[in-house]
């Protein structure tokens, strides 16, 4: 467990909670389909591309039209898959990477061990609990409500990017200044260094697959934890 900072401008107040790999299991079903969607086409291509590659390629180059989440995800596979095979895949093809989303869609929200016990500590512990959430506005609300833990937070904030410019807005929603906010989640990228650059605090949980979009380079000193159970602790004061 990484040692929590001895000195603090204010007490932290706010906890602040990312959802998909940190609340909720979802990269893993990523993962299922991008591994479905590389064999179906594979027989497509050069066997010495690289499908994966391809597509990630094709997912970041979306991203400001589509946006994060399932729906981009699938649209991206699909005009992947038309690019990568020079329009040679099938419509059959098309049809299983369309219905593999769905599928994904469809998929119960599957809590990580841990979360239901940890909410309850921190509530008990008197913090201020806030979920914040990139995604699809849709999906991400119909996943929140199939979690069952909503009444569990004081507000949900669903946005399009976690950036700087995001978090500012949403700490002065809560009425606190950034020492006062901590943000707890799986990707160091948009869960922690925006944060810290309004000299908030995060903590990073890893979850054990990592989309490439959340990969980056850090020094190092990011606050890690092993497991959400950890964070209770984490947060009391010394």
């Given at each position: 467990m990484s040692a929590r900072p001895t000195a603090y401008d204010s007490p932290i107040e706010v906890v602040a909670l990312d959802a998909d790999d940190t609340l909720w299991h979802s990269e893993v079903y990523f993962e299922r389909t991008q591994r479905r969607f590389t064999d179906l086409i594979r027989r497509y291509v050069d066997p010495d591309l690289d499908i994966d590659a391809a597509l990630v390629a094709v997912e970041h180059r979306n991203l400001a039209a589509y946006g994060y989440g399932i729906k981009g995800f699938t649209l991206s596979m699909v005009e992947a898959a038309i690019e990568i095979t020079d329009g040679a895949i099938g419509t059959d093809e098309l049809a299983q990477i369309m219905a593999s989303g769905r599928t994904m869609l469809d998929h119960p929200v599957d809590l990580i061990d841990g979360v239901d016990d940890?909410?309850?500590?921190?509530?008990?512990?008197?913090?201020?609990?806030?979920?914040?959430?990139?995604?699809?506005?849709?999906?991400?609300?119909?996943?929140?409500?199939?979690?069952?833990?909503?009444?569990?937070?004081?507000?949900?904030?669903?946005?399009?990017?976690?950036?700087?410019?995001?978090?500012?807005?949403?700490?002065?929603?809560?009425?606190?200044?950034?020492?006062?906010?901590?943000?707890?989640?799986?990707?160091?990228?948009?869960?922690?260094?925006?944060?810290?650059?309004?000299g908030g605090h995060a903590v990073h949980i890893p979850y054990h697959v990592t989309w490439a979009h959340e990969q980056v380079d850090h020094d190092g000193t990011v606050a890690t934890l092993a497991s959400i159970t950890e964070l209770p602790a984490w947060l009391a004061p010394p």
């Open positions: 940890t909410l309850t500590a921190l509530a008990t512990a008197g913090y201020r609990l806030l979920l914040v959430t990139k995604g699809d506005l849709h999906h991400q609300e119909r996943k929140i409500a199939a979690s069952g833990l909503a009444q569990r937070f004081e507000r949900l904030e669903i946005v399009a990017e976690k950036d700087p410019a995001t978090y500012r807005r949403v700490i002065a929603s809560m009425g606190v200044d950034p020492a006062a906010f901590c943000m707890v989640g799986n990707s160091v990228r948009s869960d922690v260094l925006p944060v810290l650059e309004l």
